[in-house]
Structures are given as structure tokens and as C-alpha cells.
């Protein structure tokens, strides 16, 4: 069964009922439990959970460190193109929004992968916006074939592929996916992306299913918050996650938590998510599933991020662009959103190493 | 003790029984007190995270050149796999002893124990000595010996756990059954643990999560040294028998004494 089956079979409206009926009694239980259920995980993000994120923050604390102990893998984006045929409301990159539209060049790509190899990094993270006719997988070929020579973990985050598709880019060396669903509300799924590839909610909703069934080494997943219930949301990524790693258990699978930030366009998220809410959720997803990976990039600020070093997350971005050639190039094209911490990965290495922790930058040997 | 006591793998005499590990630490500048206090002289480094090319982030740097150095096959999910990273750490410059992991279960992280048995054939033929990482399965012990492993690494709970010998009484069967030094290697968080499993007649144990997850992992690095050190001291020196109640004489046989009198 496909999660989309699976995801069928949840009723919403159910979930706003079990939210606002679960006691503090019930999560008391819950924290007593060593292996969490989904219904654990659901009771550990309803309001009545909101009075022990303390106790919360040491039991995740305290798994995230026999799990991963004290370290901290940094990667960084590099966006590839910003062509883009979707009409995604929330996004800078929609094909509605008048900016300078760039691809990189197989030169520009060597370029850019030489200056950010230069900080150290090993593992990154190439991004395109959605126009297979231009970024193509001929040419995602070509600048994954430059920068293995550079890095030794390439993750995409790119439009959704076949099976076929991610076997190709395999073979050809990436090692990991990241794809959000964005929301997992169909019928505001539908509302948020009115044209393009990417109006096929299941098409995308399988993406990651299809890459683990062809060998992906790595999936990381989540929802924009901000576009829906933040409560909803993280609950469907928590259900997905663990239905990811049950099916494919030799995946390495993880969540990111992205919410919205600024972009070209004039969509506001109509949900606020609060630090205390993103905490809440971070908290309650390591409790649930302690050996996943925990993404937190630049769209936080830099003190949010100072405060959450440890409370569960494994993984942060650093020297941060959403421009395409932004690591080497001051000329203008728009970011797909503004970033908000700004730091340069040296600065992040500081910060990371004067709070006892280990920047990581190598995690991942290509064995091909 | 007066007889010297040493662990022979391979061609390697070895005077301390603990392996270390290189994962998890705050920072891997730690690693050369850690074996400085534990009188640790194997230490295990996933490949994966060796950056031969880096001048500022290569672990292998904290690693003082007199320890022996264990590369492992962590991310490895079938045979191949290993055995393409073992032959990668060789080429490396890593030597020619490998751990082999090969995990295909993410979530609780047990060793897959049937390509475990293939990747130590294929590398033990190759000349690399082989430790494999495995659930404690007599079966499994036993095709490891056949193809050629140089130890047999059972784990005494889940890795990281730090839950203690769970698997004991299976542990035990291995140190009865099989001629190859037992080491164990998952799951120790104590040095208490660590010296039950010395006592019950382990040949080493490898820790890493108890000590790097330690508010002061040099101190515990010594602790384990210690544990590990009067574990295989006493084992040595015979442990009296354990009975669970006081022993009166002999109240089923005492009638064969009654006409001695």
C-alpha cells in the first residue's frame, strides 16, 4: 500500500477532535514510553503536550546525542536553474513572477562548486525549479558529474521524477532527496498550485517512495509550515516519515521543518507557526522517531537556531544563497525566498564548536 | 599477573582488551586523551567520514600513528557495499583490518548477519583481517569462522543503546562455542557492563557511545579501562561458583557419612 492509500484512510476532521480531546494525562503516559506509536506521536503535538516541552526537550536531548551525539552535519544549496512552469502561489520562483530567469552554465556550475568546496563543505544540496525541457536530466547529469569531484554527498531537491528517473541520477552520484509535499491537505494542495507538473498531489506525494524503491540512500521530507494546521502537518510528515522507514528500512530518513519566509509574489501564509509551535513539533518528531535526521536551514534566524543546537536537530545549512549562482556571482536574480541567518560557514563552524559540538562535513563516502 | 596476557588478531599481540571508537565525540580533538586515559590501542573510524583531502577536518589526524586503526564499512547495506568501502579504506592507506557493518535496518540498526557472512569471505580471501559486527547468532558465528573472520563482534544490546549486556546468555553460548576472540561490541554503557562481559570470558569489548555521550568522556575512557583490565582479571583468576542461597552439608547424600562416625 502506497502512502497516498494509507493517507486516504486519515480523516482530517478526526484529527482536530483528537488533538483537542488528549489530556495531560495522556502525555504523561506517553513520556514514560520508550517506543512511541503515531498516536503517541499525535498526543506529543496536541495542546495539551505544550506544558512539558521541557521535559520534552531533555528526553530529545538526550536521544539525539546516544543517537548522533554531539554533532552537527553542515551542507549547503546551490541552486542550479529558476526556470520554473509551475504557478505555486507561496513560491518566488513561480512562473507568474517577473525575475530574472538564469541557469548556470556547466562553467558557472564548476565555478560555483569551487568556491563553496573552498569552506570545507562535502556534502550539498542542488535545487532547480521545475522545467524539465531546460533543466533537464541530461543537464542535471553533467553538473552532478562536476561535482562529485568536488563533494562527496550530492542531495537533489529538485521536480518530482520517475523511478526510472532517480535510478539514472543515481548511478549517476547523488546519494540523497530531499522534496517537501507542501501540504499534505489535497484540497488545498490543489488550490496552491493551480498549473503545471506539479498540480499531481499523488505524483509528488510518492516521489519519495519511488527514489527509496530504486536505491536512494537518503530521503528527507516535510511540509511548508505555514500553508495549513501546523498541528495537521506535522502529524501527516511524522506518519510519513515512519511509513517511509518501515518500508524501506536500509533509508536513511529524516525531516525538514521550512517555514514560509518572504518571497517575490504577494501570497502571505495564512497560518502563523510559532517558535514555540516549531519547537513543539521538533521535539515531539524526535521523541517519536529517534534515529531520524532533524533539517533546520537558514530561513531561521540566527538566534532561533543558536537556541535549538540541542534539542534534536542533526543537520543545518550555512552560507546560505536561494540565488541561482549566488555563491560566486553579485548579480542580480531573485532568491526563491530571503534567508534569515546569514552566517558564513566558517561562522557557523565557530558557533557550533564554542557550544561543545563538532561541525560535521563529511558523512558520506561514494561507494560507486 | 605475571603471565603476559595479550590478544592476538591477526599478527597483532595486543595488550589492552578495550576498542574505542571515533563517532560522536564534540570534537575529535578528544580522541588522543580518550586513548591516552583508556590505554585503548584499537580505535574504529567509519570511512564514511574520513576527509583524506581536508587539512583542517581529517579525524584520522587525532589519531596517534601507534594505535591500530579500525576502519568500518558504516553505511554499508549489503555485501558489496563492504566490501567496495573496505577495499576503498585499504587504498586509503587504513591497513588491511576492517569491522564489518552492514546494517540494512535504519531504525533499530542490527546487522544483517547473512551478508555480514559474505562480505567476510570475500575480503578474508582478499588478505584484509576481518571483524565482523554481528547479532549474537550461533549460526551466523559459526559461517564467520568458515569464511575466514578474525573475530566475531556480537552485540550486547542495540548500538548507542548503552543498555547493557541484554543478549547475555546468547553471548555466552558464543564464548563457549566458538575459537575466535569474542568481542563485544553494541550496546555497553557502563564499565560495570564492560567487566561482566570480561568476566564471562569476552576477549575485548569496543565501546564508543558511553564514553563519547559522558558529561567527562576522558574520565570515562579511564573508567572502561579499568573495568575492562579487572574483568579479564578475574576471569583469569577462576570465579567462585554462584549459588542463590546459603548451602547447608549434604542433606540428600549425608546418610552415606552416618556410619563413618
Redesign the interface.
Known sequence: MSFFNKLNQVQRQDLDHCFLRTTPEDVRRVLQKVSLREKDFQTLLSPAAEPFLEEMARKAHQLT???????ILLFTPMYLSNFCINQCVYCGFNTGNKITRKQLTLEEVEKEAGSIAAT?L?HILILTGDARNIASIDYLKSCIHILSRYF?SISIEIYALSAPEYKELIDAGIDALTIYQETYNPELYRELHGKGPKSDYRFRLEAPERACSVGI?AVSIGALLGLDEWRKEAFMTGMHAAYL??RF?????GISLPRMRPHAGDFQPPFIVSDRNLIQIMLAFRLFMP?AGITISTRESETFRNNILRLGVTKMSAGSTTRVGGHTNSEDNTGQFDICDHRTVSEMKSFI?SH???P??????P?I | MDMKDGLRIGNVELESRLFTGTGKYGADSLIPEIIKASGSQVITVALRRIDMASAENNILDNIPKNIRLLPNTSGARNAEEAVRIAKLARAAGCGNWIKIEVISDNKYLLPDGYETVRATEILAKDGFVVLPYISPDLMVARALVNAGAATVMPLGAPIGSNRGLQTRELIRILIDEIDLPIVVDAGIGAPSQACEAMEMGAAACLVNTAIAGASDPVSMAKAFGQAVKAGREAYLAGLGAISMQGIASSPLTGFLHENEH
Open positions: 546525542i546516544h543517537q548522533f551525539g554531539k554533532t570545507g562535502k562527496t540512500r522507514q518501515d528500512p536500509d533509508v536513511e530518513v534515529r564548536r561543545g559540538y563538532q560535521v562535513f563529511k558523512d558520506w563516502q561507494i
